[in-house]
């Protein structure tokens, strides 16, 4: 079992920046990669970036120059960088981690992006 929870939403102005926070217990060292993702209201909830546990990364390209994703692998932790946020980035931010048998779910955490 790995259980997962995120922190570091919030509201932000446009422009701004957040740090959002994934950590991972129970199983980690089951967990080949991890992926932040988003729902939007009436919207389908979105890949916006994955990592292995390798290092190896991936963005969708509406973020791609603007969000990192990193990881802390000894601790459990993954991180998701966001500068330069617009409003379409407001959402509800997901964590998931992915283990040869299951796929697991954080709680989500808010971000809105007004002025």
């Known amino acids: 079992q790995v259980q997962l929870v995120e922190s570091g939403g919030g509201l932000v102005q446009p422009g701004g920046s957040l740090t959002l926070s994934c950590a991972a217990s129970g199983s980690i060292f089951k967990i080949s990669s991890t992926g932040w993702y988003r729902q939007a209201p009436g919207k389908q909830r979105e890949l916006v970036a994955a990592?292995?546990?390798?290092?190896?990364?991936n963005y969708v390209d509406s973020v791609k120059g603007r969000f990192t994703i990193s990881r802390n692998n000894a601790e459990g932790m993954v991180y998701l960088q966001m500068n330069s946020l617009k409003p379409e980035d407001t959402a509800v931010y997901y964590c998931?981690?992915?283990?040869?048998?299951?796929?697991?779910w954080g709680q989500g955490t808010q971000v809105t992006v007004s002025s």
């Open positions: 990592i292995t546990k390798g290092g190896g990364t």
């Open positions: 998931k981690a992915v283990t040869p048998t299951q796929d697991y």
